[in-house]
DNA sequence: CCATCTTCCTTCGAAATCGAAGACAAAGCG
DNA sequence: CGCTTTGTCTTCGATTTCGAAGGAAGATGG
C-alpha cells in the first residue's frame, strides 16, 4: 500500500484546501469571503497547493457581471479515502477523493453477529479490494472512516452498548482498523453519519435534525452547522415514552418507547402477527405501496407516534428542516404523518419556516459524511 | 451622558480583551494558550491594551512549580454596561464593569402591563439614575441590555407573540432603547441570559440546559459554550403535551401544556382551588416550606411533569447538566422530583455523568449573562 | 463597437504574527 | 543553600497576512 505520506498542509493552506474539499468554495474569490483571509494571501496559498499537486484549475464558474471566476477543485490524485456504513446485513462501502466525491460506491452483504473482528477484517480485506480494482495507481489512501448501527465514542473510537450488535461492546474499533491502516481512522454511529452527509445537501440550514428510520430509530443532530454529540451519546430518541393504545415492553427494560411502536423491526413485528411475513423494513414499504392496509396503518401510525416525538424537539431546538432518512423514509405515508403531529401540535413560531422532508442526498448521503468528517481528520 | 466614543480595539485585541473580560483567561501565558495566538503576540497587544489603560495588572497569581503569572483584569475605568433584567412585576436593574463584575444591582418594582413606551422609557431613566448615583465619574457607559419575560427576536430586538406581555407583540425594544443610547443594545429572552449567566458558574460543562422555573416556564440552552437560538425561538418547553390525569386547556389553544400544570401561575391557580391564596411563585415555596400538603403535592407533580419532559431532551442533547433556576427552583420537592424522573426514564449512557443541580449563578446570573453577551457585542 | 460596470485576481509595501532562544521568577528537593 | 524543574514573559529576526491600488477579463447597455 503506497500511502503513510502525511499531507504536507499546514496552518492556512489547511483551511483553504479544506473549504474547497468540502464544497464550501470553488475560487479564490470565494476562498477569501468565506476564510476571512485577505484576497492576496488567498492567491499566494492557493498558488503553493496547485504548485503541490493538491488543487487543479479547472474551467471557469458563472458571473453576473463580472470576469468569471476560474474555478478551483481538489486534484484527483491528492489522494482517497475509504469509507464504509456498515448496516446489520450488508455495508455500503467506497471510495472517495478528497473532495468527498465517491469514485465508487458498492453493497455488500455482511454479518455484523460475527462478532467485531471478523467483521472488521472483512471490511478492511474489501477496502483493500476496491483499492485494487478502482484506485488509480500512485494515489495515496488518506484516511478511513465508518459508520456503525450502534452507539459510538467518538473520543475513543469505541463502539458503547450497542443494542443489536452481540460482542461488540465496548470493542476498540477504531484501534482495530488502524492496526490495518497507519492513518486517521473514524468511528461514527450511522444516524450522525447520515446527518453530516444530508447537511451538504442543505445549504443554509445550520440546524438539522436528521431521522434514520430503518430496523431501527436513530437521529442525528446538526447544531450551527456541526454535528452536535453533546457527551457521545446525543440523538437518542428511540426510548422516548409515547403515549399508545396498549402497553409494549422495550428491550431496554421500560414500557412504551418509541421505538417498540415505529422503528423497523416493530412494524415488521406487527405484521407477523396479521401473518405477513417481511424480511426487512423495505418490504414494508413495499406493502404500503401495494396499499396492504395493514401496513399502512402502521406505518401511518409509526408516523404519528415520531411526530408527536419530534414536536418536543422541535420547539426546543427549533431546527431549520427535519430531513427523514433511512430505509422507511420513502414510505409517503410515513413522512406525512410526521408532518401532521409537527405542524398540528407545534408553536406557530417553530414551524413558520420549518420543512420537513426526506433525504435530499440520497443513497450514499451517510458515506459522504463520513468523508465530511474524514477530511476534518486529514487536513489538520 | 459621557461615552458615546467606541472602544479603541479591535481584531486580536479584542478577542484578548474578550478573554479576559469573560474570564477566561487572566495571565499571558492563559491567553496564549486559549487565543491560539503566539505568547510574543499576546504580550505585545496586553501592552498596548494596558497602555490604553482598558487593561490592568493587579497582583500574580498562583503557580503550582514555577513563575507566578501577572494576574490581569479589566480596568475599571475602561467602561460600564448597563443591565436589565425585566418581570411582569418587578425588574432588576444593575451597572457591570467591562469584566462583567456587578458595581449596583437593585430590585424596583415595575409593570410590563403599561406597555412597551413606558416601561422602556422607565427602565432608562432608572439606568441615568444609577449611573448618577453609582457610576464612576468619567467611566464612560459601554452598551445597555435587557431580558424580556418573552420570546425575542434577537436580530431585530423585537419582543414577538409574547404571552403574558400585552400591547408589546412586534414592538421594537431594542431600537427604542437605542433612542436613549448610542450605543449596542441587546435584547434577549430571560431564560436565555440566565442560562448565559449560568454558564459562567460551569466550567468544562459545554452543553447545559438551564430551566427557569417561576411564573411560566422556560428554558436556555448552551450548546458547545454558546447560546443556541435556533431561528430564534429555541428552548421552549412550555407547550409540551403531558400525559396529566385531567386535561386542561394552554393558552395557546392545545390541551395538556406542561405550563397548564406544572408553571407557578398554573401552581397558584391550583391552590386558589382549595381556598389557598397566593399572590407571588416564592409564596407556593413558603407554603411547601411550611409543609402545607396540597403545596407539596402539586408541586411534587409540577417536577414529575417536567421531568418527564426533560427525559426526550436528555437523551436527544445529552447535556452535561440540568440547571434548574427561577423562583420555584427553592422548593426541594420539585428538583428532587424533576431528578427522579430523569434518572428513572432516560439512558444510562445520558444520565452517566449528567448532573442535576439549581442554580449556582445566585439571583443576579441573567444580568450576567447580559453582560457576558453584551460584551460580546461591545469588544467587536 | 465602445464606454462603463462588476467581479476576479495579483502586486507590493506596511503591519501583524510567529517561533526559537533566553531572561526571569518562583517551587521542590537534597 | 545551590540545583533542578516548571512555568511566565520578553526580545528579535523570519514569515505570514493585510490592504490599497491596479490590471485582467468578461457582462451590460447604448
Known amino acids: 500500500m503506497s500511502g503513510k505520506e502525511r499531507l504536507p498542509v499546514r496552518g492556512a493552506q489547511g483551511d483553504l484546501l479544506r473549504l474547497v474539499a468540502t464544497g464550501h468554495a470553488e475560487s479564490r474569490a470565494q476562498l477569501a469571503r468565506i476564510s476571512g483571509l485577505a484576497a492576496s494571501s488567498v492567491s499566494l496559498r492557493v498558488e503553493e497547493l496547485i504548485d503541490a499537486g493538491l488543487l487543479v484549475e479547472e474551467g471557469s464558474g458563472t458571473s453576473r457581471g463580472g470576469r468569471r471566476p476560474r474555478r478551483l477543485r481538489v486534484s484527483p490524485t491528492a489522494g482517497l479515502l475509504a469509507v464504509a456504513d456498515l448496516g446489520a446485513h450488508h455495508a455500503r462501502l467506497g471510495l472517495l477523493d478528497l473532495s468527498g466525491a465517491p469514485l465508487v460506491v458498492e453493497e455488500r452483504a455482511c454479518d455484523i453477529a460475527l462478532g467485531p473482528e471478523a467483521t472488521l477484517d472483512w471490511m478492511a480485506a474489501s477496502f483493500d479490494e476496491l483499492l485494487l480494482t478502482h484506485g488509480p495507481p500512485g494515489v495515496p489512501l488518506r484516511g478511513v472512516g465508518t459508520g456503525m448501527p450502534g452507539p459510538v465514542d467518538p473520543a475513543s473510537g469505541r463502539v458503547v452498548s450497542p443494542s443489536r450488535m452481540p460482542g ?79 402497553s409494549t415492553m422495550c428491550s431496554c427494560g421500560h414500557p412504551d418507547c418509541l421505538e417498540a411502536y415505529a422503528s423497523g423491526a416493530a412494524l415488521m413485528g406487527a405484521l407477523s402477527e396479521f401473518g405477513i411475513a417481511t424480511r426487512r423494513p423495505g418490504d414494508v414499504v413495499a406493502l404500503v405501496e401495494d396499499g396492504v392496509p395493514e401496513a399502512t396503518a402502521l406505518v401511518r401510525n409509526a408516523g404519528r407516534l415520531i411526530g408527536e416525538v419530534l414536536t418536543v424537539l422541535v420547539n426546543f431546538l427549533n431546527p431549520d428542516a427535519i430531513v427523514v432518512g433511512g430505509s422507511l423514509s420513502t414510505a409517503e405515508p410515513l413522512i406525512s404523518s410526521i408532518r401532521a403531529a409537527v405542524y398540528e401540535r407545534c408553536l406557530p413560531l417553530a414551524t413558520r419556516d420549518l420543512e420537513i422532508a426526506v433525504t435530499r442526498g440520497g443513497p450514499d448521503a451517510a458515506l459522504l459524511g463520513a468523508g465530511s468528517l474524514l477530511l476534518d481528520a486529514v487536513l489538520g
Open 168 to 246: 461488540w461492546h465496548n470493542f476498540p474499533v477504531a484501534e482495530h482498523l488502524g492496526a490495518h491502516y497507519d492513518l486517521p481512522v473514524l468511528v461514527e454511529n450511522d444516524a450522525n453519519l447520515l446527518a453530516v452527509g444530508e447537511a451538504r445537501s442543505w445549504p443554509g440550514c445550520d440546524n438539522l435534525m436528521v431521522l434514520k428510520a430503518g430496523s431501527g430509530i436513530g437521529c442525528g443532530v446538526i447544531v450551527d452547522g456541526r454535528l452536535h454529540r453533546g457527551r457521545g451519546a446525543a440523538g437518542d430518541i428511540s426510548h422516548v415514552r409515547v403515549r399508545a393504545d396498549s
